[in-house]
């Protein structure tokens, strides 16, 4: 498990050049794909004194900048925070995400350059580290305090050809369209699964109209909707689409199934705790497969992943929590993901886990599905954690003790915070 920033594997995703470099070197160096940053070094050579990323470059070349006279020096960005190998990862996660430099260098106890810590460096070490400290701050209490509704959708007339449908699921980001009709506002909705469904059916979609194969059953829950009442909403009424109004009524926003499993993980949580884990696979099952026997389907970005919930297993070793969750999609029949919690050590009690590695499973879940299981399995397993302790508070730390039984040490929530207590 990695502890201090100097432990991480850090990507060799830049170039160093010399001070006096002009725009054309920096072209240079950053033509390899791998290389997403310039360092540029210090007037006598020791030490790093800025940065040129790609946009900055081409925005200096737009403006009619000489490549070949114009000094790197002069559009660098010279926001560098600074951080030494031995500085433990909550530390760095906290320093980077409050000042938000331009760069992050690694430097030795010497005060060495070691290395580049890169956005995806640091995208990844957040995924794996997961420090949950916000437990202070007021619980969400409605659709907009627990989700930010994301552009994952476009809006077409309700008299639109497939063909032109299809043209804007192409994009990664977009997962739905929405079908709109000038009097009734929104009125369908088509996923990216529904469109390859219909063309396997090899329908014309110059042809065919969205009105003719949109799902129209929806359901509109105004965006100060209590987390509580929209999920029983939704379970009663089983929607097609779930559409946010804003206050006046207006076509606020799309909720998609992401955004619905986001919900799901606020709602209350009772359990009857024995100080043993015994009761976190059932739980697990459960939420995993939003309070449905299973299996269920997951949708993100796009993909399908049938998830076998009720076979879900939980197994304990050393400080590790192990979860296993069979899977199964069209690209790798059925597969398991493996989960790794590192969740400390019960003589140093703290609100950090470690997934150890990302997940284990095939390549192409891997890499759609790795941020999804993580922040999903670990907001409930921290749910099960929390509800381990007396209302009014949370786990302030958390380990697996000796016995294998749950470690938490209490804490009040409120504002400033109280003395903690070892359970």
């Known amino acids: ?91 760095a996660i906290e320093k980077i995400t409050e000042l938000r430099p331009d760069a992050v260098l690694v430097i030795d106890s010497d005060g060495v350059f070691a290395g580049y810590l890169s956005a995806e460096d640091f995208r990844e070490m957040k995924s794996r580290f997961l420090i949950s400290d916000d437990l202070n701050k007021d619980p969400p209490q409605t659709i907009q305090d627990a989700v930010k509704l994301r552009d994952e959708f476009r809006l077409v007339p309700v008299n639109s050809t497939l063909d032109k449908v299809s043209l804007l699921l192409r994009r990664p980001s977009v997962q739905f369209v929405l079908a709109q009709d000038k009097k009734k506002g929104v009125v369908g909705i088509i996923s990216v699964q529904q469109i390859l469904n219909i063309f396997s059916n090899k329908k014309n979609p110059e042809k065919e109209k969205i009105k003719a194969h949109m799902k129209s059953n929806l359901l509109r829950l105004r965006i100060d909707t209590p987390i509580i009442n929209a999920v029983e909403i939704i379970r009663k009424r089983e929607p097609e689409g779930v559409l946010v109004i804003d206050k006046e009524g207006k076509f606020h926003g799309f909720l998609s199934p992401d955004d619905y499993r986001q919900l799901i993980s606020f709602m209350p949580v009772e359990i009857e705790h024995d100080g043993t884990f015994d009761s ?144």
């Open 280 to 423: 976190i696979e059932p739980y697990l099952r459960d939420k995993v497969g939003q309070e449905h026997e299973g299996p269920v389907v997951w949708n993100y970005m796009g993909s399908e992943l049938v998830v076998n919930n009720q076979d879900l297993e939980i197994k304990l070793n050393d400080r590790e929590l192990n979860i296993s969750i069979p899977v199964a999609c069209d690209q790798t029949g059925s597969v398991k993901v493996e989960l790794n919690f590192d969740l400390g050590d019960s003589e140093n009690l703290n609100r950090i886990s470690v997934a150890n590695p990302i997940i284990q499973s095939e390549e192409l879940i891997q890499s759609q599905w790795s941020k999804v299981f993580i922040e999903t399995i670990w907001n409930h397993v921290l749910s099960w954690i929390d509800s381990s302790t007396p209302n009014g508070t949370y786990a302030g730390g958390f380990a697996i003790g000796e016995s294998g039984k749950l470690v938490t040490s209490v804490e009040e929530l409120s504002e400033q915070g109280s003395d903690s207590f070892e359970r």
């Open 1 to 91: 498990m990695y502890a201090t920033v100097g432990e991480l594997e850090l990507r060799d995703e830049f170039a160093l050049l010399p001070h006096n470099s002009v725009l054309s070197d920096v072209s240079k160096a950053l033509t390899p794909v791998k290389n997403s940053a310039a360092l540029i070094r210090s007037p006598k050579g020791k030490g790093i004194s800025g940065i040129i990323k790609a946009q900055t470059l081409l925005s200096a070349l737009k403006q009619g900048e000489d490549p070949l006279t114009f000094k790197a020096s002069k559009i660098m960005s010279t926001n560098i925070l600074r951080l030494k190998s031995e500085t433990p990862i909550e530390v």
